[in-house]
């Protein structure tokens, strides 16, 4: 049976993940003009195919991160998880102008949401049974 912990970081960055995908699809038109007023992107083809390809690849890897962590105890995710998750909190959009809107409070809200998810991951019942002298048959 998993822990507490494990249950409740699957929660909530599964909820982080369908923010940041309905995030994505009410920007769909705002990218697609930004990269549409971008010459060096227009220069390379990139459209909106590029932007859903994009959208794609962003959902898929913490996807496959989440399983590896929730689904298969894998300590070795979880610290890419939190490897990517701390360089992508350089890149956090703190401008006061974005953060009024629907979409900086949806990305404020998803940041939110995975930094709480990734702290769970760092508690006794995880840790326990994310390292590797955990039983195999704790691990569904």
Known sequence: ????SIVLFERLFLL?????LVNGFL???A???QVGNDPALAQLGWGSGA????????????LLLWYFIARRA???AKWILVVMTLLGLLFVNLD???????????SLAVTILQLVAIVLLFRADARTWL????????AP
């Open 1 to 4: 049976m998993r822990p507490t």
């Open 16 to 20: 982080s993940l369908a923010i940041a």
């Open 27 to 29: 920007q769909y038109d």
């Open 31 to 33: 990218l697609v003009a």
């Open 51 to 62: 932007i859903l390809v994009v959208m794609a690849i962003s959902l898929l890897i913490p």
């Open 74 to 76: 894998s300590n070795i």
């Open 96 to 106: 006061p102008g974005q953060l009024g809107s629907l979409a900086g409070i949806a």
């Open 131 to 138: 390292s590797d002298d955990a039983d195999d048959a704790e």
